[in-house]
C-alpha cells in the first residue's frame, strides 16, 4: 500500500492501523476480508460504562447490570494459575473482581496500593455480595479519556482479542465510515425515520454518551432507527433482485395461450369436479386463467392452509393448459402423495378428456418405460409423479405448465432448474420451441405470512386462498401432558376404531434409539404395543424406509378400510389425503415445529365428521408446552406460521430453510415483517424508472444487487 494514499472501502483489512496479517488471516476465516466488510460487522451487544458508580451504590443493582467502577487495590491473590483475586476498596467499602486462569501479565498488572478503574457485569456471590467476574482493566483508558462511554461487543472471533478487533473496526469506521453508499432512495428513508448510512454505522458502532435509555434498550434489542435502516436496506437490494428476476422472465414469450372464454373452461372444470369450487378458489382460478392468456409465462405461487383444496385449483390450471394442446408436469415430493394426486387427478381428468400418467422410481421399468414413452409422444397429457420427472428421461414435446406441490421439499436446484425449463442447460428435453418458457404454478407447502411469502418467493406472483372448504367442523385439539391424559387420548382412537372410523398416529423416530438424547416414541415400538391395547383394531405402521411398493401397499390399505390404525412418521405430513381418519395422535409433539404440527393435523379432519388431534409430551418445559397450546387453540395456519416465525426464526420456519432466496442478515423477518411491503413497493419504483438500474445514482445498488444474488444463487453451483 503507498503510505500516504487515503484508505477505500474495498482496500484488504491489512490496510488498516492494528491489523497484521496474522489478524487479517483470522478475520478473513470469518468473511471479513475488506474494509468495507468491517463496517457492517456488527456488535452482538453493548456495555454501558458512561456512568462511574461508587462501590457502595452496587448492592442496590440488579446482577447482570454493566458497570464501571473505580477504588484502590487493597490486595491481590492467586490461587495457582487458576483463580486471580484483586479486592478493590473506595471510601470503606471492598469489592472483589475475580478472574478464572488468569494470564500472567494480568496478574502483574495490579499493584497493591494503586488505584484502578474496572468495567464488567455485576454478579453476587455465594455470600450474596456484589461482585465482579473478568471485568476490563481500564485504569489507562480512563486516564486519557473523561469516560469509557458505551462501548460495542463483537461477535468473538477465534483467537482474536475483542479489544483488538474493536480497535480495528473503529479505525475503518474513522478512515472510511463516511464512504458508504447510500442504497435506499432518500424518500423511503426520510418516509420511515430513519438515518442515513454514515450517521447509522457510526451509531452502530459508536453510541454517543448522549444515547438516551430508551435508544440503548432499542440497541441492544436490535430495534433502533439505525439498525432498522440496515434491515429496510438489506430488503431493498433483496426485493430490487427478485424484482429483476420476475422481470426477466417477463420479458419471455410463453407458450399461446390466449383466446380461450374462461367461463367455458371454468364450466368444464366445474363439471369434472365433484364439489362446487368455493368463492376464493373461483377467484384463484380466475386469476390464474388470467395469468396464462397473457403472452409472458405465468410464475405464480399458490398459497393456503392445509386443506384448503389447492389440488382443484391447480387442476383448472391442467384443464387450460390442455386445452391449448400442451403437456402438464404434475410434482409431488413424496411417492406416496404422487400416487394420490394421480389417483385424484386421474379421475377428475377423465370427466375433462385429460390423459394422465403417474412417474416415480418406486414403480416398476417397464411401467415407467411405458409412461415415458406414451409420455413422448404426446399421448399423455398429464404427468404427475416425484423428481425423477426431473431426470434426463423424460421427453415431453410440448410442455406448457409446471407445477410443483408441496414446495418445501423441492430443494433449491430443482426450482432453479425448472426456471431455466428453456435454456437447454437442464438436461430436460422439452420442447419449449422459440424460446417460449412454460408456466409455472407452486403450490405452498405450507401457509406462511404475506410478508415472508415476499422474501422468500418474491420472484413469484402470489395468490392466496382464504378459509377452508364449508362443512368442515373445527377440529378439537389438546395437549396432553400425564399418563391419565395420554390413556385418554388412545381411547379417542379405540372409539373412532369401534364405530367404523380411523386414526393416524405420528412418532417422531422410525425406531427405538433414534432421535439422540432423549428417547423418543418409534413407529416400530408403538405399532407393537398398540396392536395388543387396542385389539381387535388393525394397526399398520408406515416410515420412509419402506420399500415404495410396501408403502403404497399400506396407505392402499388405509384408503381401503382394510387398516384401523395407521402408526406413522411424517411421511404423511405432506398431503395426504385419508377422509376417513378421524383422531390423531401426535407423540412427542414437542419434537415438531409449530408450523409441521399444524400440517400434520391437517390430515384428519378432512371428512365431515367431527375430527380431533391430541398432541402428547413428556416435556416439562413451559416454553415446549406453550408452543403446543399456540396449535391446539388456533386452526388459522397462517397465524400459527406468523407466531413459530416470532418464536423461533425463518431459518426454522418449515419449507423456507430451501427457498433458493439469499439469507438474510441484519433483517430479522420476525422483527422486521413490517418493512416488507415498503421495501418492495421502493423497488418495483425505482425499477419502472430504471429497469435495469443503469442510470449513475443506480451504480451501486446494481453491485449490491448482483453480489448478492450470486454469493447466494445456487444456479452456478448445479453446472459442477
Ligand atoms: P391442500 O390445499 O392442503 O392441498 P387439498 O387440495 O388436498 O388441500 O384438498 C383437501 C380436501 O378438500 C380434498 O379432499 C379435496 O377434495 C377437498 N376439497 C377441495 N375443494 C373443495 C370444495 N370446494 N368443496 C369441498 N371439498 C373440497
Ligand atoms: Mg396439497
Known sequence: MAENRPVSLEDPLETLPGAGPVTAARMAARGLVRVRDLLFFFPRAYEDYRRIYSLAELGALEPGTSVLIRGKIVSVHRFFRRILDVYVEENGTRLRARWFRPNASMAKSFEKGAPVALAGKLRRSESGEAELIHPSNVTAFLAESASVGIRPRYPVIEKVPGRTVEKIVAAALTAVGHQVPDLLPASLRVQHGLPDVAQALAFVHRPPDTTSDLELVELLA??????????????????????????????????????????????????????????????????????????????CLLQGDV??????????????????????????????????????????????????????????????????????????????????????????????????????????????????????????????QNGMVPHLLVLSATPIPRSLALTLYGDLDLVTLEGLPPGRLPIHSHVCTGEVEREGAYAAVKQAVARGGQALVVCPAIAEGEGGGR????????????????????????????????????????????????????????????????????????????????????????????????????????????????????????????????????????????????????????TYMGLVEAARAAAGAVLAEDPDLTRPEHAELRRAVKARFEAAHPISEEAG
Open 222 to 299: 436490535g430495534t433502533a432507527p439505525a439498525q432498522r435502516r440496515f434491515a429496510l436496506e438489506e430488503l431493498f437490494v433483496l426485493q430490487t433482485g427478485l424484482a429483476q428476476e420476475r422481470a426477466r422472465v417477463k420479458q419471455r414469450h410463453a407458450p399461446p395461450g390466449a383466446g380461450f372464454d374462461s367461463q367455458q373452461l371454468l364450466a368444464a372444470v366445474r363439471a369434472a369436479l365433484p364439489f362446487t369450487f368455493t368463492g376464493t378458489q373461483e377467484r384463484a382460478v380466475n386469476a390464474i386463467f388470467e395469468a396464462m392468456a397473457a403472452p409472458s409465462p405465468m410464475q
Open 519 to 670: 428417547t423418543r416414541v418409534s413407529t416400530v415400538a408403538l405399532a407393537r404395543t398398540l396392536r395388543a391395547s387396542l385389539h381387535p383394531a388393525r394397526v399398520g405402521v408406515l416410515h420412509g424406509q419402506l420399500a415404495a411398493e410396501r408403502q403404497r401397499a399400506v396407505i392402499d390399505a388405509v384408503r381401503e378400510g382394510r387398516l384401523d390404525v395407521l402408526v406413522s412418521t411424517t411421511v404423511v405430513e405432506v398431503g395426504v389425503d385419508l377422509p376417513r381418519a378421524q383422531v390423531m395422535v401426535i407423540e412427542d409433539a414437542d419434537c415438531f415445529g409449530l408450523a409441521q404440527l399444524h400440517q400434520l393435523r391437517g390430515r384428519v379432519g378432512r371428512g365431515t365428521d367431527q375430527a380431533r388431534c391430541y398432541f402428547l409430551t413428556v416435556s416439562e418445559a413451559p416454553d415446549a408446552l406453550d408452543r403446543l397450546r399456540v396449535v391446539a387453540s388456533s386452526q388459522d395456519g397462517f397465524r400459527i406460521a406468523e407466531e413459530d416465525l416470532r418464536r423461533r426464526g425463518v431459518g426454522d420456519l418449515q419449507g423456507t430453510r430451501q427457498s433458493g432466496t439469499p439469507e438474510l442478515r441484519f433483517a430479522d423477518l420476525a
Open 307 to 432: 386443506g384448503s383444496g389447492k389440488t382443484a385449483v391447480a387442476f383448472a390450471a391442467c384443464v387450460r393448459a390442455a386445452r391449448a394442446g400442451g403437456q402438464i408436469l404434475f410434482m409431488a415430493p413424496t411417492a406416496v402423495l404422487a400416487e394420490q394426486h394421480s389417483r385424484t387427478l386421474s379421475a377428475w381428468g377423465a370427466q375433462a378428456n385429460l390423459r394422465t400418467g403417474l412417474l416415480h422410481s418406486g414403480l416398476d421399468t417397464a411401467e415407467q418405460k411405458r409412461v415415458l414413452a406414451a409420455a413422448a409422444a404426446g399421448e399423455l397429457d398429464l404427468i404427475v409423479g416425484t423428481h425423477a420427472l426431473l431426470e434426463d428421461r423424460l421427453r415431453l414435446s410440448r410442455l406448457v405448465l409446471a407445477i410443483i406441490d408441496e414446495q418445501h421439499r423441492f430443494g433449491v436446484r430443482q426450482r432453479a432448474r425448472l426456471r431455466r425449463l428453456d435454456s437447454g442447460e437442464n438436461g430436460w428435453q422439452i420442447g419449449a
